[in-house]
Structure formats: C-alpha cells, structure tokens
C-alpha cells in the first residue's frame, strides 16, 4: 500500500470482466535486469543465489499489490492495480505482449462517484474457500471471487457493527480461517478519514464459519504471515516494525512480542510479506525484501531500483514481487507453505 497514491475512480459502467489491453509485458523472454540479491550471511544460500537477476516482467500499473500464484508450474499471476480498480492476470507461457490482460475490472467497488474512498480496488488476493480470497479495500470488506465466473461474495464487511476500514493483506491457515489486516489506506484521509467507523485498525480471524473475531486493535498492521506450525502470526506494524503473536490451537493470540525493530534495524518502512516452507519471513520496505530467519535474524535483501510493496512465492520457482508500477521476480530455492 503507497499512501502518497491518490484513487482512480472506476464506475459502475466499467464493470467488464473481460481480457481487454493492459500493462504490457516488457519484453518476450528477455527481461531487462532492475536488482540484485544482497547476500548478509550464508544461509540465504538455501534460500537464493547470490548472483540470481532480479528481472521486471510486466508494466504499467498505476500501483501493483498483492499477487497471488495460481495453479502449479505452468499456472499464472493475478495481480492488484489497486488504485486503477482492476485485478490484472500474466503468464510467463504466453511471452510476448499478450503475457499481460485484465482478469477482472472493477476489482471492488463498483457503484457510483463517492467521496470517501481514495483506493477503490482490491489489494492483498490469496487463495481460499475454493477461490480468490481478496482484501476488498474498496467495498470495505473481505470478499470470495469465483475464479471461473468471477462472481463475488461478500465474507466479512463489520465488526461489533462497525464497517471495517479497508482489508488490506490476508493469510490462510491450516485450519481453513482467513487472518487479515484492516489499515484505513483506501479511505480518503487514509489514518484522518472521516469515514472511519473505527478509531482503531485491527488484525482479524475470520474463521470457517464467517465468524469474526479480534486478535489485536491496538498495532497499525499492514502485511501479514503465519508460521508454517499454524503457531505465530506476524504483521506489519506501521510504528515499529514487525510484531508477532503466539496463538493457541484454536488460533486465538495468548502473547505479543515485537519480532523485528525497524528502528533498532535501520529497515526503512514496512509492507506486505510472505513466510516460506522453513518459516523465513519474506517482508518488503523501501529497501526490497528483508529475507529474516524464523528467529529475527536478517540474512538477505533483493533490491530493486524501485519500492517493493509485496511478493509471492510461486509455483514455478520464482518469488515475484509487486514494485510500485511494475511486477519483478527473481528465481528462488525456497517454497510457498501449501495444505
């Protein structure tokens, strides 16, 4: 999520769900070099070569978040334009120019002209309940998309009768509950908005049976991951850095402890992560992404010549990352934790 991004507004005409033009991809098969790894300790080795390219795939976007890999090797990226309202899909078998299309727009809110809303897409996507899971910053909600007929279902829009601000970033656990995170980013006035119901910005369960339950209202969370172990969950916090909780086995939090000190680090910012298969934290800031070890240890960064505001680690052996008005990867060792 860039805060200094302002919304375009999509109207309810603009509701296609078709394959129309959009961002171009930048060149078939050869793509250009725009980071490197940054290797702080032997161990990232495990994880990705030191001399790996960091390669831009697709442009165009007026804010790219979010993406998600769907199917298995030979599957494909959606990927968020969140203040462009659209959900964009790229596939690396396809090449060319046509590797790029829009999969659905709008991709939230879709009725008339507002005042209140400064990003009206989706943002963070997973996949979930047999679909895409979406953070809906723009209906102010967590919503289900058929992936074949694109219908959406709306699973979560209130808590103790308020409207949620705007869901951001979302993660699956094992037992089928969907955690998310719920910063006022897609309401004009973001952390002032005068369309906030809330004078908090919450971390939810949403469990199977669409029940919605607090974990913690007192953080300013952005990303958001769970340990492989379904045991700790971690969050972007806007003022400190990276927080975790311990939960217990019906995953309610009994512990906070802070996980990384942006400050104590000199990491600038904070963003979306990812958490892999060994339970390494992939989190994104100004850097790039910040590779940290289950304990906290930081062991590499993949910059960019751009900001990276959040990554997926997908089938085909590649970690993309979602980098202001672009999509960029690099080919990793690690995997994504599936069940």
């Given at each position: ?5 302002s ?15 959009a ?22 080795d495990a994880?990705v ?31 968020s ?12 078998q396809?090449?060319?120019k046509?590797?790029?299309a ?13 005042n ?7 943002n ?16 102010r ?21 308020k ?5 951001n ?53 952005n990303?958001?991951?769970?340990s492989?172990d379904?045991r ?31 400050l ?32 906290g240890?930081r ?6 010549d ?20 672009r999509v ?12």
């Amino acid at each position: 999520m860039n805060p200094t991004l302002s919304m375009t507004r999509r109207g309810a005409a603009a509701s296609i769900l078709a394959f129309a033009a959009a961002p171009a991809l930048a060149k078939a098969e050869t793509y250009p070099v725009v980071g490197k790894v940054e290797r702080l300790d032997p161990a990232l080795d495990a994880l990705v070569d030191a001399d790996a390219p960091v390669e831009l795939v697709l442009d165009g976007f007026t804010w790219s978040e979010g993406p998600v890999w769907v199917g298995g090797q030979d599957g494909f990226l959606l990927v968020s334009d969140v203040p462009a309202n659209k959900i964009l899909r790229w596939s690396p078998q396809k090449g060319g120019k046509g590797g790029g299309a829009v999969w659905l727009s709008p991709s939230g809110y879709a009725g008339p002209e507002t005042n209140s809303l400064r990003e009206a897409g989706s943002n963070g996507l997973i996949l979930a309940r047999g679909g895409l899971v979406v953070g809906d910053s723009g209906n102010r909600c967590v919503s289900r998309i058929d992936l074949k007929t694109r219908r959406k279902t709306v699973l979560a829009s209130s808590f103790e009768g308020k409207r949620l601000n705007s869901p951001n970033d979302l993660v699956l656990a094992r037992d089928g509950a969907i955690y998310f995170t719920d910063p006022p980013w897609g309401l004009k006035g973001d952390w002032r908005s005068p369309y906030r119901q809330t004078d908090y910005s919450g971390v939810y369960r949403l469990g199977v049976d669409n029940v919605l339950t607090m974990i913690d209202r007192t953080v300013e969370p952005n990303g958001i991951g769970l340990s492989p172990d379904g045991r700790t969950l971690y969050a972007t916090d806007r003022k400190s850095g990276w927080v975790a909780w311990d939960l217990d086995a019906k995953g309610a939090p009994t512990a906070r402890r802070q996980f990384i000190d942006r400050l104590a680090t000199g990491i600038n910012g904070g963003d979306g992560l990812k958490v892999d298969r060994g339970g390494n934290l992939w989190a994104s800031s100004k850097d790039g992404i910040s590779i940290f070890t289950p304990a906290g240890r930081r062991i590499g960064i993949i910059r960019a010549d751009d900001v990276i505001s959040n990554c997926e680690l997908a089938a085909d052996g590649h970690l993309y990352m979602s980098s202001n008005h672009r999509v960029i990867r690099v080919r990793v060792k690690a995997r994504k934790l599936a069940f």
